[in-house]
Nanobody
Framework: QLKLAESGGGSVQAGGSLKVSCTGS????????LAWFRQAPGKEREGVAR???????EYAKSVKGRFTIIRDNAKNSLYLEMNSLNPEDTAIYYC???????????????????WGQGTQVTVSS
């Protein structure tokens, strides 16, 4: 059974960059859609980016052009490079997986049964 663990969060000033990582264990991520979500205080969890096993990526409008999702099946890992961060990006960032055979179809959180514990990203102005 796949388990996910995030790392790499932290604090940064507005305009800065951070990279968060997610490592899978217990199963190969190759058969899963992998995605990043985030949840800010008092807000619903929202999709940030998702990456199929075949190379296709999708981004939320709010992060497109600033964030890059990277997937490495050989390392059973997923990464999120975040540039030009602003205070509105402050949230707990979660990686999630849905066993689809590798494709990705949605940011609906209810469709993702596997979640990491989350890592805090704080951007100060």
């Amino acid at each position: 059974q796949l388990k996910l663990a995030e790392s790499g969060g932290g604090s940064v000033q507005a305009g800065g960059s951070l990279k968060v990582s997610c490592t899978g264990s217990g199963d190969s991520v190759e058969r899963y859609c992998l995605a990043w979500f985030r949840q800010a205080p008092g807000k619903e969890r929202e999709g940030v980016a998702r990456h199929t096993s075949f190379g296709a990526k999708e981004y939320a409008k709010s992060v497109k052009g600033r964030f890059t999702i990277i997937r490495d099946n050989a390392k059973n890992s997923l990464y999120l490079e975040m540039n030009s961060l602003n205070p509105e990006d402050t949230a707990i960032y979660y990686c999630a997986a849905e066993r689809t055979g590798g494709g990705c179809y949605t940011f609906d959180t209810s469709r993702y049964p596997v979640w990491g514990q989350g890592t805090q990203v704080t951007v100060s102005s």
